[in-house]
Structures are given as C-alpha cells and as structure tokens.
T-cell receptor, first 113, second 114 residues
Framework: AQSVTQLDSQVPVFEEAPVELRCNYS??????LFWYVQYPNQGLQLLLK??????LVKGINGFEAEFNKSQTSFHLRKPSVHISDTAEYFCAVLSGGYQKVTFGIGTKLQVIP | DGGITQSPKYLFRKEGQNVTLSCEQNLNHDAMYWYRQDPGQGLRLIYYSQIVNDFQKGDIAEGYSVSREKKESFPLTVTSAQKNPTAFYLC?????????????FGAGTRLSVL
C-alpha cells in the first residue's frame, strides 16, 4: 500500500525566514514523489517532483526538496519565504505498480509580514 | 493556451437533484481524474479514466457517475444519492510518456447545497 503523511496542518512563519514542510511516505517499492501548491480557490500546480537520480530536487519559486529513502521522507524547504508563498502545499506519492497518486492532507503555509 | 477547463466555477444543488460538472482538456492527455476536496481531508479520488470509453472507481465513488465518450471530456454527475455533496471538486489529467505521472489540474468547481 502507498500512503503519505504531512505532519503539520498549519505552519506560520515570518516573511524572509526559512521554512520546512514535512512529508513522510509509506511504500514497499520504488516511488515517485511530488509537491503541489494550491492558492485559494484554485487548482493545484506542480512545484517539484522526484522521479529518479539526484535526491535534491529544485522546483519553481525557489523551493527545493530532498528525497531521503532511509527515512522515507520528502521534506519541502525554502530558505526565505515571501508573502506570496502563502498557500496550501500537498505532498503526493506514486508507487511502482500503482495507477493512482495518493495525496497528503495538505499543509497551510501562512507567511506573516 | 493548453489546459483544463472546469465549469461552472460555482454550482448549487437542490434536494434530490442531479448536477453535472464539466471538465474539458486540450492537452491531448490520455488519463483524467476527478477529486473531491474537503477542508482538512486533502484530495480524495472519485473516479478516473485512462482511455476513452473506460473508467474506474476511486476511493469515494458512491453517489457519483462519470462518462468518457471523448478523449478531451470527462464530466462528473453528482447524483441525489450523494447525501453530502458540498465540496470543492477538482479535475486533473496526465500525459503518456515521460511525464505521465504529473497531474495537471483545472481551477475547480465549488458545489453547495441549497
């Protein structure tokens, strides 16, 4: 079975501070991992993805994530957040043999001026 | 511009009424998906279709129906059997090939009950 856990439902952070949004997954086989962002009343858009290769993945808007197989984690980081980063962030996993992506419940990032 | 168009943006359902949410894509994607989003519950898969004239139930298909008569269209009907339809509905699609696992989303339809 595949599953994904986002440990924090809300993360408040001051503008220009660093942020880490945590994601852990469960799978017994190889995985593809994704982070999506959703702005209010909009659909989701892809921030970054890990399919294979380098474990450090860089995405749009200055975000990056690191795939850690031993800890089954794929945490999202940004060294300095901006007000415009206020949104909900979803981690997602697709395991080998599965046809469907499983999404986490989301983490709301609130950037405080 | 290529993308996924969902309509309407807002929809109201009366008791006992069926309503249909539209999803159209011009990305030439093979697979299409419907998700339901409720606060604090993330995205839950309702139905998905990998090719025309074929579709499978997702995790919460009860009270919903779909059709896939054309590659570019995947409408979702919320039937009167769905007792708690108020939610944000998202349609998505994926391409074949190297990027087949990346989902592209529409802007969503917010359904409320009158």
């Amino acid at each position: 079975a595949q599953s994904v856990t986002q440990l924090d439902s809300q993360v408040p952070v001051f503008e220009e501070a660093p942020v880490e949004l945590r994601c852990n997954y469960s799978s017994s086989v190889s995985v593809y991992l994704f982070w999506y962002v959703q702005y209010p009343n909009q659909g989701l858009q892809l921030l970054l993805k890990y399919l294979s290769g380098s474990t450090l993945v860089k995405g749009i808007n200055g975000f990056e994530a690191e795939f850690n197989k031993s800890q089954t984690s794929f945490h999202l980081r940004k060294p300095s957040v901006h007000i415009s980063d206020t949104a909900e962030y979803f981690c997602a996993v697709l395991s080998g043999g599965y046809q469907k992506v499983t999404f986490g419940i989301g983490t709301k990032l609130q950037v405080i001026p | 511009d290529g993308g996924i168009t969902q309509s309407p943006k807002y929809l109201f359902r009366k008791e006992g009424q069926n309503v249909t949410l539209s999803c159209e894509q011009n990305l030439n994607h093979d697979a299409m998906y419907w998700y339901r989003q409720d606060p604090g519950q993330g995205l839950r898969l309702i139905y998905y279709s990998q090719i025309v004239n074929d579709f499978q139930k997702g995790d919460i298909a009860e009270g919903y129906s779909v059709s896939r008569e054309k590659k570019e269209s995947f409408p979702l009907t919320v039937t009167s059997a769905q007792k708690n339809p108020t939610a944000f509905y998202l349609c998505a699609s994926t391409a074949a090939g190297g990027d087949k696992n990346i989902q592209y989303f529409g802007a969503g339809t917010r359904l409320s009950v009158l």
